[in-house]
């Protein structure tokens, strides 16, 4: 099982850290001296400091693009439902002038049937 540091220890690894992420040959021997620890065990502890601060930034990153995704995610759905809303009136409107259509055709139908009717009348009244 693996030895536990002593809170002073650890205080004064912490204290290194936040100088520098990087040991320089100095700055080991000076923690050797202050915390009884070997070269090996601080460039270990300096190292697994590191790459945690790296996975917590890389979690923490992760989250910040998961909240920017999550909100383009909601803005295109406010989107696509404002469209097919969109597509919906649009269709109503033309349906309606399709109608609309369809009417004024049987009355230009019409009309057009009134006209040649109105014409062979007068041709058969002898008025061309």
Do not use: Y
């Not at 693009?65 to 404002?82: C, D, F, H, P, Y």
């Not at 259509?101 to 009348?121: A, M, P, V, W, Y």
């Amino acid at each position: 099982m693996a030895k536990r540091f002593e809170k002073h220890q650890i205080d004064a690894l912490k204290l290194a850290f936040e100088g520098s992420e990087h040991l320089t040959k100095a700055k080991k021997i000076e923690l050797v001296r202050a915390t009884g620890m070997d070269m090996e065990q601080i460039a270990s502890w300096f190292n697994r400091k590191r790459a945690r601060k790296r996975a917590s930034k890389s979690v923490g990153d992760l989250e910040q693009t998961n909240a920017k995704l999550q909100q383009a995610l909601q803005e295109s759905q406010e989107k696509e439902a404002k469209l097919q809303s969109e597509l919906q009136e649009s269709r109503g409107r033309e349906a309606d002038l399709e109608a609309e259509n369809q009417h004024l055709k049987r009355h230009i139908t019409i009309i057009e049937g009134d006209f040649q009717f109105d014409s062979e009348l007068k041709f058969l009244k002898g008025n061309p």
